[in-house]
């Protein structure tokens, strides 16, 4: 039997998301962060696991419309934004517009839902093109454009006049992927949800701390959530999630700290990596750094031989890598492993 031939046309070409698990001393290749919260967990235990999870979500929305000031009617909840992305798509429909290079889900989604998927080319410093933008929404008027920021994997904060620019020109919907925000030294958009009326804001618990439990929150006016919530699955977050999602709110203090540490340690290294003669990493707003390096892959491979594990960035960024920010022995683990290799 031939399955090739079964599958729909644009699923035929479409490459997975790549997720790999190896086996190694320091990863540091997924953006996650370094630090577990075991004292949060204890909330799991009171979960039933013979009933269904709470369906909307209630409490859990309660607590995230205290953290950012909304009401719990401007929330949806996502098995990870990734799946907030998907309902986005399913329910708007495309073409989808996002900048390049950026996060990849958002055009692998869009093709695997048979929706024109529009790349437009960032700056040569990674930021927003204002005037291609437009002229490529006046071309395709996208229903949909996904902005991260801090981008993914350039790890810089797009100006905010352009965001509003392009938020100006389009009819369409602006989805502002606030994965990284934590880390930022600079305000997010969720003040600006009142004012821009197209406005749809992402944010997620996986880069603070979360990645396992898969909790994402959309933001927005309540007319784009209830829209949402149509093709939303009936029970998509489940309880273990939202009870110890609910405890990372209440102690989010502690969450805090640790994001703070992080920030400093990402000072830190990208200090350390400007001192390397033959490495040139970008300034980041994000748990990540992006740097560029001749023979990029082929470090790449003599890293993970020494058990540290980076993302090579190349078929996105000429001769680059990105490396998470881990804790400051995994972080100088790297350093010391890079400085011998580079050498
Ligand atoms: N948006 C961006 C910009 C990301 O980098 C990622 C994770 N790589 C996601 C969304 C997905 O996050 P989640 O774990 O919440 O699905």
């Given amino acids: 039997m031939n399955i090739e031939r079964l599958i729909r046309k644009n699923i035929r070409k479409l490459r997975p998301y790549e997720a790999r698990e190896l086996k190694c001393r320091a990863k540091l290749d997924a953006n996650e962060s370094p630090f577990e919260f075991p004292e949060l967990l204890s909330a799991s235990l009171d979960v039933k696991t013979n009933r269904y999870p709470d369906p909307q979500g209630t409490e859990l929305k309660k607590l995230a419309a205290r953290r950012w000031k909304l009401k719990t009617e401007n929330i949806l909840l996502g098995n990870g934004s990734d799946e907030l992305i998907y309902y986005l798509i399913l329910t708007f429909g495309g073409p989808v517009m996002y900048p390049t290079p950026t996060f990849s889900m958002y055009e692998i989604i869009a093709k695997a839902t048979g929706q024109k998927a ?3 080319r960032l700056d040569r410093d990674f930021d927003l093109n204002t005037e291609r933008f437009i002229s490529a929404i006046k ?38 992927d606030e994965a990284y925000q934590p880390f930022a030294s600079k305000n997010g958009f969720v003040p600006f949800l009142e004012s821009m009326e197209n406005l749809v804001i992402m944010r997620t618990l996986s880069k603070i ?39 990372v709110f209440k102690n989010y203090k502690v969450v805090m700290s640790r ?85």
């Fill in 209 to 247: 701390g979360f990645a396992s439990l898969r909790v994402g929150f959309l933001l927005s006016q309540s007319s784009v959530i209830e829209a949402v919530n149509r093709v939303r699955l009936p029970f998509n977050l489940n309880s273990l999630s939202q009870a110890v999602a609910k405890e």
């Fill in 139 to 176: 071309k395709h008027k996208p229903k949909l454009i996904f902005l991260s920021t801090p981008n993914n994997p350039t790890g810089n904060c797009f100006s905010s006049d352009r965001i509003f620019a392009i938020s100006k020109a389009t009819s369409g919907l602006v989805v502002v």
């Fill in 259 to 343: 994001i703070k540490e992080i920030v400093k340690e990402r000072d830190r290294l990208y200090r350390e990596l400007k001192n390397l003669e033959s490495v040139t990493p970008y300034p980041s707003e994000a748990n990540f750094i992006l740097f560029k390096v001749r023979d990029a892959s082929r470090l790449h491979r003599s890293l993970l031989r020494r058990g540290i594990l980076l993302r090579d960035m190349t078929s996105q960024v000429k001769d680059s890598l990105r490396v998470t920010i881990g804790t400051k022995e995994e972080n100088d683990l790297f350093l010391n492993s890079l400085k011998s290799l580079v050498k």
């Fill in 118 to 120: 529009v790349g437009v």
